[in-house]
């Protein structure tokens, strides 16, 4: 109880700072301080249901918690459902029409990296500014920080004739196969809008994210002539792990100094006779120790920050690939996954509105983060559609971790800050 009154004091001076609001900005930030302790209820009860990517039920019954809570605010309720060969809970989809403003797309999603098989780790508080549970950073913090923000302002009337839709994605932490079926009504809909604020993790007050990056796969095959190990460097040539080491070093040499790019060789497996599945990237090797291996695969990711650094990116690996050592042949193939959000002019006009508003709330200045401090994301599907900002959500620690925890003294302002942001481009 002590910890919940402390955090209450914190909301409820949020007000006394904000010299340079409106007089309905006002009442807005004391809505946010007024709905507090709901707040916070609903953000224990989804953070103890467990909704792992593959947990089917407990990601719908978290999506059940939010989209009633919409529904009270006078949103019209979906659920997108899956093909049952994509073994996915669906999507949440909330949605409310008008003519006032810009048309907001608000992102967040209802599946964490916890599936039922790990250990539990309940919604509790540690001191009086932080609370631990499974998924409270990533996502369940900012999937609330949407409603309770939305709250604030259908408590003033404020939703009247605007434009926003809430969609909650079921497994942004592993997204169903193919990604045209999973993501397409996201990305259809998306078209519908003007600007997308997505709700992943914040890393503090004074930043978000204008750019993120993509992630795609590549697997690397190489054969050689298997013979007996005294004859290597010879005429029996160089044998598949060193033409595979040479390869992937080869990456390393040519790319690994270019701003925002990484490649991650994980998988690494050659011998003499080798099993693998590619997809679900696991394999058996046996060989002796006297015999010139002739078969290697090796599987990584490569991230880039814009389609045309991934296109460079690849045309080099190629590159390296075709410059076979003696005796070995090689070949490279790629697998594109989540696009990349490339930082835009729109985007950066996006960074300025929840600037004004940090600034007049008494908070700072918000600027842009570093694009290579975060990985890829839901809003990367559809950032060639609209104006986008990401990291907006909950801050916190220990993200996909045992632990994961929230900075409660900045959730209440984190809030605000989305509620007269929302207020702000739908006037």
Known sequence: MKSLMVLLLAAGSLHTVA????LTERRITEKVSAE???????????????SGTFNIDGVRRTGEQYAAALKELGFTIEWIGMPDSLKRAGHLVAWRKGKKGKKLLLIGHLDTVFEPSMPANPFAMLNDSTATG????DIKGGDVMI????????????LKNTSITVYMTGDE???????????????ERSKQHDIALAFEGATGLNTVATARRGASEWFLEVEAEQAHSSGIFGKAGFGSV?????????FREA???QPFLTFNPSFFLGGSTIQYDELAQKGNVSSKTNIIAPKTVVMGDLRFLTEEQKERARDTMRMIVDQHLPGTHATIHFRDGIPSMPPTAGNDSLVRVVSDVSMALGYGPVAAGDPGARGAGDISYIAANLNCLDGLGASGRGAHAPG???????????????ALVIYRLTR
């Open 147 to 158: 409603i309770a923000a939305l709250r604030a302002l259908n408590d003033e009337g404020l």
């Open 36 to 50: 507090l302790p709901a707040t916070i209820e609903l953000l224990k009860k989804t953070v103890n249901i467990n």
């Open 19 to 22: 010299q340079s609001l409106t």
């Open 404 to 418: 994961e925890t929230i900075n409660l003294n900045e959730y209440p302002k984190l809030i605000t800050r989305t």
């Open 242 to 250: 060193y033409e595979a080491s040479r390869i992937v070093n080869g």
């Open 134 to 137: 499974q998924g409270i950073n």
């Open 173 to 187: 932490e592993n997204a169903g196969e193919p990604r045209m079926v999973s993501r397409g009504d996201f990305i």
């Open 255 to 257: 790319l690994s100094k």
